[in-house]
T-cell receptor, first 117, second 112 residues
Framework: AQKVTQAQTEISVVEKEDVTLDCVYE???????LFWYKQPPSGELVFLIR??????QNEISGRYSWNFQKSTSSFNFTITASQVVDSAVYFC??????????????FGSGTQLTVLP | ETGVTQTPRHLVMGMTNKKSLKCEQH?????MYWYKQSAKKPLELMFV???????ENNSVPSRFSPECPNSSHLFLHLHTLQPEDSALYLC???????????FGSGTQLSVL
């Protein structure tokens, strides 16, 4: 069975602070995908990143960066110099790498990030 | 705009009502999904359709009945719901095996 744990239910920071959202996963698969999605107040989840389990290079995209540590089964997400527009619920997710075109994701319970002006 | 449109945005229904949620995707994707989002809980996958065929039913009660007439449209028919079914129902679509889902804004359902 697959499981994703986001222990931080809510985080509040002041604008321009850096913030890290934690994600820990469990899977018996040796290869898998990891994802982060953002859910703004409008409701729709927006894809941020997908990582393949055999690629442990960290990734940076603007103010966003992701730290994948296979040894600790973690895939943490850092926002540098946070902005009010970053306020949202952030979900970490896990899926198998399998054939077929309908990929099923296992989501964590999400972290509500509030960035105060 | 993600290319996935859900209607209605809000729905209030009694336990004896019958209603339907609608989802339409304009992305040319071949897979569509229904997820349930309850407060403080992980998103729960309900149903998956791949090329109009249902490929997954995650032990969803029969009071939820999905319908996928074509690859662009997905419905969720609701009848005799319970108050605990109140939640945000999200539709998503995807193409290929990259796992990148495109979500609609959801229908906020309240069952009285």
């Amino acid at each position: 069975a697959q499981k994703v744990t986001q222990a931080q239910t809510e985080i509040s920071v002041v604008e321009k602070e850096d913030v890290t959202l934690d994600c820990v996963y469990e899977t018996r698969d040796t290869t898998y995908y990891l994802f982060w999605y953002k859910q703004p107040p409008s409701g729709e989840l927006v894809f941020l990143i997908r990582r393949n389990s055999f690629d442990e290079q960290n990734e940076i995209s603007g103010r966003y960066s992701w730290n994948f540590q296979k040894s600790t089964s973690s895939f943490n997400f850092t926002i540098t110099a946070s902005q009010v527009v970053d306020s949202a619920v952030y979900f970490c997710a896990l899926s198998r790498i399998s054939s077929g075109s309908a990929r099923q994701l296992t989501f964590g319970s999400g972290t509500q990030l509030t960035v105060l002006p | 705009e993600t290319g996935v449109t859900q209607t209605p945005r809000h729905l209030v229904m009694g336990m004896t009502n019958k209603k339907s949620l609608k989802c339409e995707q304009h992305l040319g994707h071949n897979a569509m999904y229904w997820y349930k989002q309850s407060a403080k809980k992980p998103l729960e996958l309900m149903f998956v359709y791949n090329f109009k065929e249902q490929t997954e039913n995650n032990s969803v009660p029969s009071r939820f009945s999905p319908e996928c007439p074509n690859s662009s449209h997905l419905f969720l028919h609701l009848h005799t719901l319970q108050p605990e079914d109140s939640a945000l129902y999200l539709c998503a679509s995807s193409q290929g095996t990259n796992g990148k889902l495109f979500f609609g804004s959801g229908t906020q359902l309240s069952v009285l």
